[in-house]
């Protein structure tokens, strides 16, 4: 199947875990291409989406939510898997606006939603970034769990394309 990964990163650690989607699909048989969100118009062609985005003081990124909305008929059409990465140490169910990504699970029948811790390398980030993040308790560092990832792409791999009986 063809399957669209789209993924909204600002610092390249959730882009990484796009990659590892696509390729993981990719190992599995399908063809998987990655975009950035400003750059999807249109998904004919697409059999599938994944659509994910690093968190920003609790909210996807603008990109991915603009992406939603704009194409929300195209991805209630599909069957589609939403991701997210931040290193937010609440229990999921108080951060990060759960709220917002409930309403988009129902909103385009999405197959399911997986939070990844992400990365965060102070070194990279801009006067206001580090004020920002001064005020949480983040860890600095790669916590990203490439295993986790590829294995809930291969999920995703053989929802798409099951062995037969
Ligand atoms: C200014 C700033 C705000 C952040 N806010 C959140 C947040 O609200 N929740 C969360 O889980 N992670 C938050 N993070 C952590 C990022 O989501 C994490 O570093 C992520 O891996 C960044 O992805 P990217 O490299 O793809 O941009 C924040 C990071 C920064 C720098």
């Given at each position: 199947?063809?399957?669209?990964?789209t993924i909204a990163s600002?610092?390249?650690?959730?882009w990484?875990?796009g990659?590892?989607?696509?390729?993981?699909?990719?190992?599995?048989?399908?063809?998987?291409?990655l975009r950035a969100p400003e750059d999807v118009?249109?998904?004919?062609?697409?059999?599938?989406?994944?659509?994910?985005?690093?968190?920003?003081?609790?909210?996807?990124?603008?990109a991915?939510?603009?992406?939603?909305?704009?194409?929300?008929?195209?991805?209630?059409?599909?069957?589609?898997?939403?991701?997210?990465?931040?290193?937010?140490?609440?229990?999921?169910?108080?951060?990060?606006?759960?709220?917002?990504?409930?309403?988009?699970?129902?909103?385009?029948?999405?197959?399911?939603?997986?939070?990844?811790?992400?990365?965060?390398?102070?070194?990279?980030?801009?006067?206001?970034?580090?004020?920002?993040?001064?005020?949480?308790?983040?860890?600095?560092?790669?916590?990203?769990?490439?295993?986790?990832?590829?294995?809930?792409?291969?999920?995703?791999?053989?929802?798409?394309?099951?062995?037969?009986?």
């Amino acid at each position: 199947m063809r399957i669209l990964v789209t993924i909204a990163s600002r610092h390249g650690g959730t882009w990484g875990i796009g990659e590892v989607v696509a390729s993981t699909l990719r190992e599995r048989g399908h063809d998987a291409e990655l975009r950035a969100p400003e750059d999807v118009t249109d998904l004919t062609g697409f059999d599938a989406v994944v659509l994910g985005s690093a968190v920003y003081v609790a909210h996807w990124m603008p990109a991915a939510r603009d992406l939603a909305d704009r194409l929300g008929a195209q991805l209630a059409e599909r069957p589609v898997w939403l991701l997210s990465s931040g290193l937010a140490t609440q229990p999921a169910a108080s951060a990060n606006s759960p709220h917002e990504i409930r309403d988009l699970v129902e909103r385009i029948g999405a197959r399911g939603h997986r939070s990844f811790h992400g990365r965060l390398d102070r070194s990279v980030l801009s006067f206001t970034e580090r004020a920002t993040i001064s005020a949480a308790r983040a860890r600095e560092g790669d916590h990203r769990d490439m295993t986790a990832v590829a294995r809930w792409a291969e999920q995703i791999a053989d929802a798409l394309a099951p062995v037969p009986a």
